[in-house]
């Protein structure tokens, strides 16, 4: 990954600078352009007879915003298809 220092902040110094150069640099493939998946470990979830699950409405989106959503979505869907 090739950073420029003119596509840095202003407000950072000339060592700030420096120093969020190299963090990038030795991350770098944590900051790609395309998500992707990480499975750390396996969950396991403990449901003891007593205990029912719950259902719960999901949440309402609002109408200006669906669209946008939408999109999101379908891009996700797209990238991992």
Do not use: C
């Not at 950073?3 to 120093?19: G, R």
């Not at 900051?31 to 949440?59: G, I, M």
């Not at 200006?64 to 797209?78: C, R, T, Y």
Request: hydrophobic letters at 35%.
């Amino acid at each position: 990954m090739d950073i420029e220092l003119n596509q840095m902040p202003d407000a950072l110094n000339a060592q700030q600078k420096y120093q969020l150069r190299n963090l990038l640099q030795r991350y770098e493939g944590l900051f790609r352009n395309l998500p992707r998946k990480v499975k750390v470990r396996d969950h396991f979830v403990k449901v003891t007879a007593d205990n029912s699950p719950k259902r719960l409405q999901p949440y309402r989106i609002p109408i200006a915003l669906q669209k946008e959503v939408e999109l999101q979505i379908n891009e996700l869907l797209e990238t991992w298809t």
